[in-house]
């Protein structure tokens, strides 16, 4: 059985039958069979459902924000996802014309010669909890947009995610075998990989998770796209906002209890700043509220599930063993315990500390001072991996400089935790491989097709 315990109470919220090996290699030979008939259609009719789709998901929303809270912990204060649902699926509706055109080589009296981008066939969305909506966005609207048929399996914390969509999009008049929700376990997933059932995977999840798809992909050449771990960091030079970089910053850190894929997770000061960075970052971690999500008060909710917060705890007292020290008083935060979890900021961190190697997805951040660029470069670059890096500094051709030298997927100036649909979203060494999103996310969810006619 699949099951979702609320992280507000512990109660099961939901519970759903996965289905069997059977009905599941059912499922995706409907969602093949339905793709030529898909692909067929002119894509601004395609454009036009999904568009649909979307705009029929956010009538939704008064439903959908505090099923989310019930569901993963985020507080109904902040509303939801919709606002960057759409706007991931109005730019990809957008550009999808251009991105998809074809590639006219030569059209003259003898030959004509062109490249196409054509569907990969069936794409299976493997969507993660924290950002339920928005990750899974991604992905749909442009796979679908491209021709190819779609089946989602969401993850176990937000079961209600992939009920919705599918909802809406068949509401849109997307048909049932073109975009499917289903719910399958771990086994069965990795089964119906290794046999073929699926053209293209993208997954959201763990570096673990990206690795038990890529072990069933083995030698079926299924294309992938893997979005796994992050460990981003943010670096304020001498010149930085001040003010803006401690907001920007600890709100990364902070936001939806820290389970953001790009949330800051360490963060380096230069020696000038450090004392007034540090000074007004505890500031503002002490004005939080942790506490019920559905309380519209409530500014920090519970983590996802009670095993990652203690997870989070044990970082946090083996760094303090090994000499940090703690800046956020308990007594702050009474609601602490289980999956609640009080925010963190600790010093005197060094990278010997797995809170600044590992991944804590969750709202602890260390701080450490840096002498110059070269150190904050080496610092930033001791990492396994590599989603976003976060730069402060009123020089963009330093900014520029130290970008190209950061092994990373995006790189911010003056900004940070946050996705722009007309850019790439993609990362690098343990945080996987493709890319999502803008024209090169088109690339990915299609395949090139040369045509090579001679004239007679």
């Not at 970052?281 to 409530?298: F, H, M, N, S, W």
């Not at 702050?332 to 797995?354: E, N």
């Not at 990492?383 to 092994?407: H, K, P």
Request: glycine share 10%; proline share 5%; net charge negative.
């Amino acid at each position: 059985m699949i099951t979702c315990i609320s992280p507000i109470d512990d109660t099961t919220l939901v519970e759903r039958e996965p289905l069997s090996s059977e009905d599941a290699a059912k499922a995706a030979a409907r969602a093949r069979d339905a793709q030529p008939g898909w692909a067929a259609r002119p894509l601004d009719e395609r454009i036009s459902l999904v568009r649909a789709a979307t705009q029929i998901v956010g009538t939704m929303n008064d439903e959908i924000v505090p099923e989310l809270a019930r569901q993963m912990g985020r507080p109904v204060r902040f509303g939801g996802e919709f606002g960057g649902f759409a706007q991931r699926a109005d730019h990809m509706s957008d550009i999808a014309a251009e991105a998809l055109a074809d590639i006219e080589v030569e059209d003259s009296g003898e030959f004509h010669r062109l490249i196409k981008r054509v569907p990969h066939g069936v794409v299976l969305v493997v969507a993660p909890w924290n950002y339920p909506y928005m990750t899974a966005i991604n992905t749909i609207a442009p796979a679908l947009i491209a021709g190819n048929t779609v089946v989602l399996k969401h993850a176990s914390q937000t079961p209600l995610v992939g009920e919705r969509l599918a909802k809406a999009f068949h509401q849109a008049g997307i048909p049932e075998d073109v975009f499917q929700n289903v719910f399958l376990d771990h086994a069965t997933t990795s089964e119906l990989i290794a046999g073929g059932a699926f053209d293209f995977v993208n997954f959201t999840g763990s570096v673990e998770g990206g690795r038990a798809i890529e072990r069933a992909a083995a030698g079926t050449f299924t294309g992938l796209g893997l979005e796994l771990g992050g460990k981003d960091p943010g670096y304020v030079m001498e010149d930085a906002d001040l003010d803006a970089a401690v907001d920007t910053l600890i709100d990364g850190a902070m936001f939806n209890s820290g389970q953001c894929c790009c949330g800051i997770e360490r963060i380096y000061v230069v020696e000038s700043l450090f004392d007034a960075f540090v000074e007004k970052a505890v500031k503002i971690v002490e004005g939080y509220k942790l506490g019920d999500p559905l309380d519209p008060d409530t500014t920090m909710g519970p983590m996802a599930q009670p095993r990652f917060a203690d997870m989070i705890r044990a970082q946090t007292a083996e760094a303090v063993a090994a000499g940090a020290k703690t800046l956020i008083d308990p007594a702050v935060f009474p609601k602490d315990g289980g999956a609640y979890l009080m925010p963190q900021i600790l010093v005197d961190v060094d990278h010997s500390m797995r809170v600044m190697r590992e991944e804590s997805f969750g709202p602890v951040v260390g701080i450490m001072k840096v002498a110059d660029d070269a150190e904050a470069i080496a610092l930033m670059n001791d990492s396994e991996y590599g989603l976003t890096a976060s730069l402060w500094t009123q020089d963009e051709a330093r900014a520029m400089s130290i970008a190209d030298r950061i092994e990373t997927g995006t790189v911010y100036m003056n900004r940070a935790d946050y996705l722009d649909p007309a850019l790439c979203w993609t990362g690098c060494k343990n945080t996987g491989r493709g890319g999502g999103l803008s024209v090169i996310g088109y690339q990915n969810l299609t395949r090139p097709k040369s045509y090579h006619f001679k004239k007679a």
